[in-house]
């Protein structure tokens, strides 16, 4: 899995910060035998100490590695070539959405991944190597400069260029999707 600068700092920290390597969560939260997000988070937080954000990106990173070998071909497939460049804004946007709560389905496909909770409210893709195109049901949302109206599965789209890109607003619209669904 390829993830972004900070994610590897993260990653390195977790000794320091938590007493336990990433593996040796990952030993926990098989013994747990917990496959919701959201109760791994909060056992590793109310058993263990650990912080919400390092709670998460232990989880996230857990539940990732059981993504059937299709499911984790298709995303692969994805963001293969020139795409590559892309891949640490889809795991940024993953990691973001699976913390808003523990019924969130990441549902990868032939050209994107669907998210959804009791209906698809985002879908990622990557239609070209400089952008990913993030889809969003916000019905009733006025459009802005950045977040445009758009017509099929979904009401809004967002371009997202950089990780940068992937800020309070951009939360804030993909969190407001999530809680119409």
């Known amino acids: 899995m390829d993830v972004d600068a900070a ?13 336990r390597s990433l593996d040796e969560w990952f030993l926990i939260l098989d013994a747990a035998g917990l496959e919701k997000h959201g109760q791994a988070v909060s056992l590793l937080k109310s058993e263990h100490g650990v912080t919400h ?10 539940l990732s590695r059981g993504a059937s070998p299709s499911e984790q071909a298709l995303v692969d497939a994805q963001y ?5 460049a892309l891949r640490p804004i889809y795991e940024r946007l993953i990691a973001l959405v699976a913390a808003f ?5 990441v549902v990868p ?19 070209s190597s400089s952008r990913i195109q993030l889809g969003l049901n ?3 949302a006025a459009p802005t400069g950045r977040l445009r109206a758009a017509t099929g599965m979904c009401t809004h789209r967002v371009d997202v260029t950089s990780i940068d890109q ?6 804030g619209w ?7 669904a």
């Open 7 to 19: 994610t590897r700092t993260m990653i390195a920290n977790l000794p320091a910060r938590t007493g």
């Open 53 to 62: 954000g390092f709670a998460n990106l232990i989880v996230t990173l857990y």
């Open 80 to 84: 293969a070539g020139r795409k590559g």
């Open 101 to 105: 709560g523990d019924d969130v389905e």
């Open 109 to 127: 496909k032939k050209t994107g991944v669907s998210l959804r909770r009791t209906k698809q409210f985002a879908l990622v893709e990557a239609p």
């Open 138 to 140: 916000l019905r009733d």
């Open 166 to 171: 992937v800020d309070e607003e951009l939360v």
């Open 174 to 180: 993909l969190r407001a999707a999530y809680q119409l």
